[in-house]
């Protein structure tokens, strides 16, 4: 197995010198962190994933989740993990000193769950629904919910999880059924079902706490009657010992990847004994649940790219080690075989793998600091930062997961047939990432989110702060004599996203909805392909004004000129894609909208 996971240069170049986290310390709640002691962090964070995470990829994929008598049992190291994540503060590190957390940038926990999920991404879930679980109850629960979870949780002493989805609802959240019955006590008896919940039971810790989306008797219809509730697997009792809540685990879902980590059947309420604890006003529970999901969404996002540079640096390591042929050109049968690193369509490969993964880690970053200034902002300025996270969410969710599955299916092909064996991680890096675009909302859904709603809130207010963004970084490039062209690249497609943009919106306010939607999808690469495609301006106009200065070391130079001669790969093999699609997006027939005569069902 690669022994490199990610590349902290690269990350360190991204939170310090391009997006110049350190800068955030200038506010009061990040006052107390400097510049050296958040880069003392992203070292801390990367020495306990190569010591607790790393070694145990393969193993915990290996042995999986077991499932008996109601008992999961999962990988002995997943305690270790939630101990010394929560040892170190790690779960949570973004939250306030009085809820227990160290009052990190969300960037620089972002930057952190990349760490993680590069070196284990079977491992790194369980401490991180458990931090969005306990922000949830930090954010709206009352001071008794507070006092009763979150310093369990953010120790890693009880685990967290988000329980939406059920069975006859799936992702359509206005048909969930389970029930919540206010009782004398000032509790909700709940019962109900609940499906795919991650890190949702398992032997080796203390308690579970689920927040759980249900329905108020006699609530409202749709989303306006849903609620949220802490539902623990074991709850306390008055003389502060636990007993069990009525919450049963049906069983585990065995899954194409991601095996070590546990995602289970639930049943709620089956002796009618299962208490639940509202968070909150009643039938709010979905706006509530929303912040864990955005959040999640973008952990999700950085899985995608986490998972894709691990599968990059293993793929590179095999390409400059593996020898095979000759490069075309030298038939000389007498020399040895050149390495496959050497080969033009090998590199085009390993090229397209580090573009994607630096591209959309930068991206979902940039996401990140939006969070941050959105959050230490007032008045304009904080509402400009919210409308900037807002949009960007969906995106970085979706497209670093579908280009990252792309590149991990890259560095399988780079191995070629060794790539599809067990005896390198290519396959299980593949398997693994293959849940991304499904999670937290399929990248269908996103897509959707992204053109009905996020493009359109507040009259385009969101899209238009974004291309004036994206407007400032191809201006900063066109100065650079070496980057001018590739700036009036991004600017033709930055003109082509917004005539497509409108062009759509014709069609919806002629009323044909399900026809503007219809291709959101294909909206939502051609959006990811310009998005990142800023980002690598953005560095490589770093990059170029870094080696512009001068007096530099070797290394330094080299690593700016990678930058550069990046970017210009991303144009090249990537962001011309743009044409075709925005020619899908404007065509004039409609091929996948439901009509009288459906040739699909003429098949079956």
Same mark, same amino acid.
């Given at each position: 197995?690669?022994?490199? *996971?990610?590349?902290?240069?690269?990350? $360190?170049?991204?939170?310090?010198?391009?997006? $110049?986290?350190?800068?955030?310390?200038?506010?009061?709640?990040?006052? =107390?962190?400097?510049? &050296?002691?958040?880069?003392?962090?992203?070292?801390?964070?990367?020495?306990? /994933?190569?010591?607790?995470?790393?070694?145990?990829?393969?193993?915990?994929?290996?042995?999986?989740?077991?499932?008996?008598?109601?008992?999961?049992?999962?990988?002995?190291?997943?305690?270790?993990?939630?101990?010394?994540?929560?040892?170190?503060?790690?779960?949570?590190?973004?939250?306030?000193?009085?809820?227990?957390?160290?009052?990190?940038?969300?960037?620089?926990?972002?930057?952190?769950?990349?760490?993680?999920?590069?070196?284990?991404?079977?491992?790194?879930?369980?401490?991180?629904?458990?931090?969005?679980? %306990?922000?949830?109850?930090?954010?709206?629960?009352?001071?008794?919910?507070?006092?009763?979870?979150?310093?369990?949780?953010?120790?890693?002493?009880?685990?967290?999880?988000?329980?939406? @989805?059920?069975?006859?609802?799936?992702?359509?959240?206005?048909?969930?059924?389970?029930?919540?019955?206010?009782?004398?006590?000032?509790?909700?008896?709940?019962?109900?079902?609940?499906?795919?919940?991650?890190?949702?039971?398992?032997?080796? +810790?203390?308690?579970?706490?689920?927040?759980?989306?249900?329905?108020?008797?006699?609530?409202?219809?749709?989303?306006?009657?849903?609620?949220?509730?802490?539902?623990?697997?074991?709850?306390?009792?008055?003389?502060?010992?636990?007993?069990?809540?009525?919450?049963?685990?049906?069983?585990?879902?065995?899954?194409?990847?991601?095996?070590?980590?546990? @995602?289970?059947?639930?049943?709620?309420?089956?002796?009618?004994?299962?208490?639940?604890?509202?968070?909150?006003?009643?039938?709010?529970?979905?706006? *509530?649940?929303?912040?864990?999901?955005?959040?999640?969404?973008?952990?999700?996002?950085?899985?995608?790219? %986490?998972?894709?540079?691990?599968?990059?640096?293993?793929?590179?390591?095999?390409?400059?080690?593996?020898?095979?042929?000759?490069?075309?050109?030298?038939?000389?049968?007498?020399?040895?075989?050149?390495?496959?690193?050497?080969?033009?369509?090998?590199?085009?490969?390993?090229?397209?793998?580090?573009?994607?993964?630096?591209?959309?880690?930068?991206?979902?970053?940039?996401?990140?600091?939006?969070?941050?200034?959105?959050?230490?902002?007032?008045?304009?300025?904080?509402?400009?930062?919210?409308?900037?996270?807002? +949009?960007?969410?969906?995106?970085?969710?979706?497209?670093?997961?579908?280009?990252?599955?792309?590149?991990?299916?890259?560095?399988?092909?780079?191995?070629?047939?060794?790539?599809?064996?067990?005896?390198?991680?290519?396959?299980?890096?593949?398997?693994? +990432?293959?849940?991304?675009?499904?999670?937290?909302?399929?990248?269908?859904?996103?897509?959707?989110?992204?053109?009905?709603?996020?493009?359109?809130?507040?009259?385009?207010?969101?899209? $238009?702060?974004?291309?004036?963004?994206?407007?400032?970084?191809?201006?900063?490039?066109?100065?650079?004599?070496?980057?001018?062209?590739? #700036?009036?690249?991004? $600017?033709?497609?930055?003109?082509?996203?917004?005539?497509?943009?409108?062009?759509?919106?014709?069609?919806?306010?002629?009323?044909?909805? &399900?026809?503007?939607?219809?291709? %959101?999808?294909?909206?939502?690469?051609?959006?990811?392909?310009?998005?990142?495609?800023?980002?690598?301006?953005?560095?490589?106009?770093?990059? #170029?004004?870094?080696?512009?200065?001068?007096?530099?070391?070797?290394?330094?130079? /080299?690593?700016? &000129?990678?930058?550069?001669?990046?970017?210009?790969?991303?144009?090249?093999?990537?962001?011309?894609?743009?044409?075709?699609?925005?020619?899908?997006?404007?065509?004039?027939?409609?091929?996948?909208?439901?009509? =009288?005569?459906?040739?699909?069902?003429?098949?079956?």
């Amino acid at each position: 197995m690669a022994s490199t *996971y990610i590349d902290t240069r690269n990350l $360190k170049f991204t939170l310090f010198e391009l997006l $110049k986290v350190q800068e955030l310390c200038q506010y009061e709640f990040f006052a =107390d962190h400097e510049h &050296e002691t958040l880069e003392m962090m992203i070292d801390s964070a990367k020495q306990i /994933a190569d010591e607790h995470f790393f070694p145990f990829l393969e193993e915990a994929d290996r042995k999986g989740v077991t499932y008996e008598n109601g008992t999961v049992t999962v990988h002995p190291q997943v305690k270790k993990v939630m101990e010394v994540m929560g040892e170190n503060g790690w779960i949570g590190p973004t939250f306030s000193y009085e809820d227990g957390g160290m009052q990190l940038p969300h960037t620089l926990g972002l930057a952190a769950e990349f760490i993680f999920n590069a070196a284990n991404n079977n491992f790194a879930g369980y401490p991180g629904l458990t931090a969005g679980a %306990a922000k949830l109850i930090a954010s709206f629960g009352s001071d008794e919910l507070k006092a009763a979870f979150i310093e369990k949780m953010t120790t890693g002493k009880w685990q967290g999880t988000m329980a939406l @989805t059920e069975p006859q609802a799936g992702s359509s959240l206005s048909d969930i059924t389970t029930s919540a019955t206010p009782m004398a006590d000032g509790t909700y008896r709940i019962s109900g079902t609940k499906i795919f919940i991650s890190s949702g039971d398992y032997t080796d +810790i203390e308690n579970v706490v689920h927040l759980m989306l249900a329905r108020i008797d006699d609530a409202p219809p749709g989303t306006k009657g849903i609620s949220l509730f802490v539902v623990p697997k074991h709850r306390m009792t008055e003389g502060g010992n636990l007993e069990y809540n009525d919450v049963t685990t049906a069983g585990v879902f065995h899954k194409m990847g991601q095996n070590g980590y546990a @995602t289970v059947h639930l049943v709620m309420g089956e002796k009618d004994d299962c208490h639940g604890y509202l968070v909150g006003e009643a039938n709010r529970g979905l706006s *509530y649940m929303f912040q864990m999901m955005n959040g999640a969404r973008l952990a999700v996002g950085m899985t995608g790219t %986490a998972i894709a540079s691990a599968a990059y640096h293993a793929s590179l390591q095999y390409a400059q080690e593996r020898p095979q042929g000759r490069r075309w050109g030298d038939r000389d049968l007498s020399k040895g075989q050149t390495l496959i690193i050497n080969h033009p369509d090998v590199r085009r490969m390993l090229m397209s793998q580090r573009a994607m993964v630096e591209g959309t880690l930068s991206l979902i970053l940039e996401g990140g600091r939006y969070l941050d200034l959105e959050h230490v902002s007032e008045g304009e300025e904080r509402k400009k930062y919210n409308l900037l996270a807002e +949009i960007l969410t969906p995106i970085t969710k979706a497209y670093p997961t579908d280009a990252g599955l792309q590149s991990v299916s890259n560095g399988m092909q780079v191995l070629g047939g060794y790539g599809y064996c067990e005896d390198f991680p290519l396959e299980q890096y593949y398997r693994d +990432i293959r849940i991304t675009p499904l999670y937290e909302g399929t990248n269908g859904i996103q897509s959707l989110d992204l053109l009905g709603r996020k493009v359109t809130m507040e009259n385009g207010a969101a899209f $238009k702060l974004l291309m004036g963004e994206i407007g400032q970084t191809v201006a900063a490039a066109s100065s650079h004599d070496d980057l001018r062209k590739y #700036a009036g690249k991004l $600017k033709a497609e930055i003109d082509r996203l917004i005539d497509v943009t409108q062009h759509l919106s014709g069609i919806a306010m002629k009323g044909q909805v &399900e026809l503007f939607l219809a291709d %959101a999808t294909i909206y939502m690469e051609l959006f990811g392909l310009v998005t990142v495609a800023w980002q690598w301006l953005k560095q490589a106009t770093l990059a #170029a004004e870094k080696l512009a200065a001068g007096n530099l070391l070797a290394e330094d130079t /080299a690593f700016y &000129e990678g930058k550069i001669h990046t970017m210009k790969f991303f144009f090249v093999y990537e962001l011309t894609k743009c044409i075709g699609l925005v020619e899908t997006l404007k065509a004039e027939e409609s091929l996948t909208v439901l009509t =009288d005569k459906d040739v699909l069902q003429e098949q079956v």
